[in-house]
């Protein structure tokens, strides 16, 4: 299985500060025949469901706000809130979907104000 | 709208049976992969496996494979998640999602509201 792992645990940011989520995959989820990247990114706020936030490693679901975005190729990944709104405290996570059968998450990082 | 509406709350004893629900509206049941995931308390996402309503290909992690069942039923737009035999490991919220179309290995996204199975004796 490929071994997702999202940096740091936890982190503190101010209200409309930059927050910063890394995420690196044990090897890379690029696929050369597509030139795209398997990774989403998901935000689960307490006491609901995860919200799909980016696939293909950077392209924003409808309706995300501009203010999230994804970077990264091959096995390091980076989720980029630019201003932190208060409504942003959640736990995220990234997936890879690149290496079947197994899809797997990373393990969490929390985002507080 | 797409929604996923999954069946309410559980508590089982070690060793009893259960299926939980996930149905569906707002869109052509069998045109796209749901998956199930399991968060644990306090714990991260693990898929489980999905399944193709379509013509009910399964997936499953090699973690899950041989623990539960997944399966659908077309005629009420509705996936299920069955076990034969629980145990207080299983205690964990379980989550429906669907898959953006006809591939299951993809992202997942809307997502139900999620069940919460509790296993005690």
């Known amino acids: 299985d490929i071994v997702m792992t999202q940096s740091p645990d936890s982190l503190a940011v101010s209200l409309g500060e930059r927050a910063t989520i890394n995420c690196k995959s044990s090897q890379s989820i690029f696929h050369s025949s597509n030139n795209k990247n398997y990774l989403a990114w998901y935000q689960q706020k307490p006491g609901q469901p995860p919200k799909l936030l980016i696939y293909?490693?950077?392209t924003r679901e409808s309706g995300v706000p501009d203010r999230f975005s994804g970077s990264g190729s091959g096995a390091d990944f980076t989720l980029t809130i630019s201003s932190l709104q208060a409504e942003d405290v959640a736990v995220y996570y990234c997936?890879?979907?690149?290496?079947?059968?197994?899809?797997?998450f990373g393990g969490g990082t929390k985002v507080e104000i | 709208e797409v929604q996923l509406v999954q069946s309410g709350a559980e508590v089982k004893q070690p060793g009893e049976s259960l299926k939980i629900s996930c149905r569906v509206s707002g869109y052509i049941f069998t045109d796209y992969y749901i998956g199930w995931v399991r968060q644990m308390p306090g714990k991260g996402l693990e898929w489980m496996g999905s399944?193709?309503?379509?013509?009910?290909?399964?997936r499953y992690s090699p973690s899950f494979q041989g623990q539960v069942t997944i399966s659908v039923d077309k005629s009420i737009g509705t996936a299920y998640l069955h076990w034969s035999s629980l145990k207080a490991s299983d205690t964990a919220v379980y989550y429906c999602a669907r898959s953006p179309g006809a591939h299951y290995g993809d992202w997942f996204g809307p997502w139900g509201q999620g069940t919460l199975v509790t296993v005690s004796s």
């Open positions: 399944i193709y309503p379509g013509d009910s290909d399964t």
């Open positions: 293909w490693a950077s």
């Open positions: 997936q890879q979907y690149y290496s079947t059968p197994s899809l797997t």
